[in-house]
């Protein structure tokens, strides 16, 4: 199996690597702290993937990539379980129904955890073994599960938001303060202007990317403005007490017919009483801050809000360009804050809420997917759905970089997803 096109570049040298998963999987498992047992098992709608389900998955992602192709002794506890934690990967074999996952009770939770344990051990045995072998075929592959582990990492905090939700106690996940760094006050909407020309873009090596960043290619821009923070709860509520969820001129027309069968009034996990908006979070049930980026948007809603607000959506070459000199901060995992957080000045590029460009997720000029079950990993999605730039409150930092291509459908909305406006010049 060749990884090139999965993998473009080395992070760095491999000798850290061990390192780096040890890390990376107990960040996993620091995730679960606040949860009970009874937690781990529920699974609240398909998109919706229970915590235990999260914990086994990336664990068999290590066993069925890289310990099945270069650990001939090693042996899985249980070999049906790859039947049970097999996502997509149809060339990796037979696998349960996603929107069953929440009805299978065995094996336990502490099972999953001897499971994982089982896999840690066997992979750090491994990178003991081929310690001095910078070259050995399984280094790309084990970093490409420690990212793969991270973008489960998100998944999992989203996903118990939701479990969360839908219980009518509305537990807290975490009502910790965090980290909170630098002033953080409401800017006044101000625009970053861009000339016409052509621009690079896509991953230009000299560190990891998914294979869906690359070919780094060429793209002509008209000339463009990007504004330089999210939109707000407060400017988004101005569209909804404008009757934006009842103006059908404002919505696409899939848009539309969503909103109507669903009856969105407003993002999810807002809610009104009487005059008030309070907005479900990590920390329970709490008042609406109009400060706030607004967020659990989906694409239809984003794209209504920027028709409404004279604007559009940018596309992903323009967010690309328009990032390419901001730096890495933001409102990550790491801060532990588990929710957007008013701009500080530095543009909300990363971090926060991932930012809905109208641009197709589709395969960039001379994309070509590895050969094997591990090709399926991106380019089989490339339909139906759109390109999310930047990184979330529930992004780890260490996750995010400017090429960063993640997508969903039109009309998903359980991601922290918000919105960023941009329009001609
Ligand atoms: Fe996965």
């Known amino acids: 199996m060749t990884l090139s096109a999965v993998l473009p570049d080395r992070t760095g040298p491999y000798d850290s690597l061990a390192e780096r998963f040890r890390t990376v999987r107990a960040q996993t498992v620091g995730l679960c702290a606040p949860l009970?047992?009874?937690?781990?098992?529920?699974?609240?709608?398909?998109?919706?993937?229970?915590?235990?389900?999260?914990?086994?998955?990336?664990?068999?992602?290590?066993?069925?990539?890289?310990?099945?192709?270069?650990?001939?002794d090693y042996a899985s506890p249980n070999p049906r379980y790859a039947f049970l934690f097999n996502s997509y990967?149809?060339?990796?074999?037979?696998?349960?129904?996603?929107?069953?996952?929440?009805?299978?009770?065995?094996?336990?939770?502490?099972?999953?955890?001897?499971?994982?344990?089982?896999?840690?051990?066997?992979?750090?045995?491994?990178?003991?073994?081929i310690a001095d072998d910078a070259e050995h075929?399984?280094?790309?592959?084990?970093?490409?599960?420690?990212?793969?582990?991270?973008?489960?990492?998100?998944?999992?905090?989203?996903?118990?938001?939701?479990?969360?939700?839908?219980?009518?106690?509305?537990?807290?996940?975490?009502?910790?303060?965090?980290?909170?760094?630098?002033?953080?006050?409401?800017?006044?909407?101000?625009?970053?202007?861009?000339?016409?020309?052509?621009?690079?873009?896509?991953?230009?090596?000299?560190?990891?990317?998914?294979?869906?960043?690359?070919?780094?290619?060429?793209?002509?821009?008209?000339?463009?403005?990007?504004?330089?923070?999210l939109v707000t709860n407060g400017e988004y509520l101005a569209f909804i007490e404008d009757g934006g969820y009842r103006r059908p001129e404002l919505w696409l027309s899939n848009g539309w017919a969503t909103v109507r069968e669903n009856n969105w009034t407003a993002p999810f996990y807002w809610e009104r009483s009487e005059k008030t908006w309070s907005e479900f979070t990590l920390a329970g049930d709490g008042s609406l801050d109009p400060s706030l980026p607004v967020c659990h948007v989906s694409y239809f809603e984003a794209d209504a809000y920027a028709r409404w607000a004279g604007h559009r959506l940018p596309t992903e070459a323009e967010w690309e360009t328009a990032a390419s000199d901001a730096p890495l901060t933001g409102t990550f995992v790491d801060s532990r804050q588990f929710h957007p957080q008013a701009d500080n000045g530095t543009g909300q590029w990363y971090g926060?809420?991932?930012?809905?460009?109208?641009?197709?997720?589709?395969?960039?000029?001379?994309?070509?997917?590895?050969?094997?079950?591990?090709?399926?990993?991106?380019?089989?999605?490339?339909?139906?759905?759109?390109?999310?730039?930047?990184?979330?409150?529930?992004?780890?930092?260490?996750?995010?970089?400017?090429?960063?291509?993640?997508?969903?459908?039109?009309?998903?909305?359980?991601?922290?997803?918000?919105?960023?406006?941009?329009?001609?010049?």
């Open 137 to 229: 075929p399984a280094w790309p592959v084990i970093e490409l599960g420690i990212h793969h582990e991270q973008q489960h990492q998100e998944l999992l905090l989203t996903d118990i938001k939701h479990v969360f939700w839908m219980n009518p106690l509305r537990p807290v996940y975490s009502n910790e303060p965090g980290d909170v760094h630098g002033e953080r006050a409401l800017t006044s909407s101000n625009w970053r202007e861009f000339d016409s020309g052509v621009r690079p873009m896509g991953h230009a090596g000299g560190g990891f990317a998914f294979d869906n960043e690359g070919p780094r290619h060429r793209v002509f821009l008209e000339a463009f403005r990007i504004a330089a923070r």
């Open 36 to 72: 009970q047992v009874e937690d781990y098992v529920v699974s609240t709608m398909a998109d919706v993937s229970p915590t235990k389900w999260h914990l086994a998955h990336t664990s068999w992602f290590f066993e069925t990539f890289v310990l099945a192709d270069h650990m001939p």
């Open 89 to 129: 990967y149809v060339q990796a074999g037979e696998r349960h129904c996603r929107a069953q996952r929440g009805l299978v009770t065995r094996p336990t939770v502490s099972e999953v955890f001897a499971y994982r344990q089982h896999v840690d051990d066997a992979v750090l045995r491994l990178c003991e073994r």
């Open 352 to 425: 926060d809420a991932w930012q809905w460009t109208q641009s197709a997720y589709l395969a960039y000029p001379g994309f070509k997917a590895s050969a094997g079950a591990i090709g399926e990993y991106n380019g089989k999605w490339m339909a139906d759905q759109w390109v999310l730039r930047g990184a979330s409150c529930a992004t780890p930092r260490s996750h995010a970089r400017l090429t960063y291509r993640n997508f969903f459908p039109s009309d998903a909305r359980w991601q922290f997803s918000g919105i960023r406006l941009a329009s001609a010049r």
